[in-house]
């Protein structure tokens, strides 16, 4: 691939995701019985990296895996999906991560990782890829790598023309220089709660869609241009901090029956319509169409949607009215 071609580039983690679907989601100390076990190739840079690939961009993933049976399994699938693999390294000592996720008869879910090689992945190694990086059209990396990681990753970003993405997924502290230079961070409603508390910011005092622009102008404050979150069934909430505005994209009314991968879907196609010149604003559509599709298939990165097959949704979504 030529890297003057536009490309989002991911960074972040790969999983083996072992899931099991049964009729509820057990309580503490419970046994539910009678659920049905699949495995499917997952973890959220994976999982971003097949929706942006799949949505017709060129895209480059950097990881690090295990030099396992897992991982030569990963490494397949992914050039299968046409995404540059070439700097996805192996770890001799460590196992690839491993997913643990069990999904109730909603789609809703509870997940368990044991991260292996992802956290191995140090800022040293990041740095031999710093022309791969600065040349990237757009970037997402996620919080499934170690925080030095990722501020190395932004650092050599903000010495290009690079779009940079931060999926705030697990959350965790996130230093207020770091958040600096970024320019789109796309966390989920609690997410989002959940930071600004983080950030120890002024006190939320509005309720629902309100305290969420709220939060969202407090991180605008420190230095985000961007700030979209995800609210699942209900959409997203875009905030702008130039122009100090808030516009919300409804979701579509779909069965949803498996919710995990749909955030990923979700920021996987936001890059890469962003790399193929739409707007923010079509860009979130775009997303959201995906992510409506996702959520109606089991597995993460076998339930991403093509590129027609967002079209098509992309158009039902442009009838309804942005509020």
């Known amino acids: 691939m030529s890297t003057k071609e536009p490309y989002v580039l991911i960074i972040g983690s790969s999983n083996i995701d072992m899931n099991i679907y049964s009729e509820r989601l057990p309580k ?34 950097i990881a690090k895996i295990g030099k396992d049976l897992f991982g030569d399994s990963m490494l397949s699938q992914l050039e299968k999906e046409g995404i540059n693999v070439n700097y996805i390294i192996r ?44 040349n990237a059209t757009s970037l997402i990396v996620q919080m499934e790598i170690p925080m030095e990681t990722i501020k190395k990753i932004f650092q050599i970003a903000s010495k290009g023309k690079v779009i940079k993405i931060l999926n705030p997924a697990p959350l965790k502290p996130i230093p207020q220089d770091l958040l600096a230079q970024i320019d789109i961070i796309v966390p989920n409603e609690g997410e989002l709660i959940r930071l600004h508390s983080l950030l120890n910011l002024n006190k939320l005092t509005e309720t629902q869609d309100n305290k969420i622009i709220q939060a969202s102008q407090n991180l605008a404050n420190l230095g985000l241009k961007t700030i979209i979150t995800t609210l699942g069934k209900k959409g997203s ?61 089991k597995g993460a990165q076998k339930s991403m949607p093509s590129a027609m097959e967002i079209q098509e949704k992309y158009n039902e979504i442009t009838h309804h009215t942005i509020k």
């Open 91 to 134: 770890d001799e000592k460590e196992a690839s991560g491993i997913a643990f996720i069990m999904i109730d008869e909603n789609g809703e879910n509870m997940i368990s990782v044991a991260p292996g090689a992802n956290v191995k992945l140090k800022p040293s190694e990041i740095e031999k890829n710093e022309t791969i990086i600065k």
């Open 237 to 297: 909430l875009i905030y702008k901090s130039e122009v100090a505005e808030a516009i919300k994209v409804p979701a579509l009314k779909v069965k949803a029956i498996d919710t995990v991968g749909a955030g990923d879907c979700f920021n996987g196609v936001l890059a890469s319509k962003l790399t193929q010149g739409e707007n923010i604003i079509s860009a979130v559509k775009y997303a959201t169409a995906a992510a409506s599709i996702a959520v109606t298939r």
């Open 28 to 61: 503490k100390g419970e046994t539910v019985t009678g659920g049905t076990f699949k495995q499917f190739l997952g973890g959220k840079g994976a999982n971003q990296a097949v929706a942006s690939a799949r949505s017709g961009s060129k895209t480059i993933f």
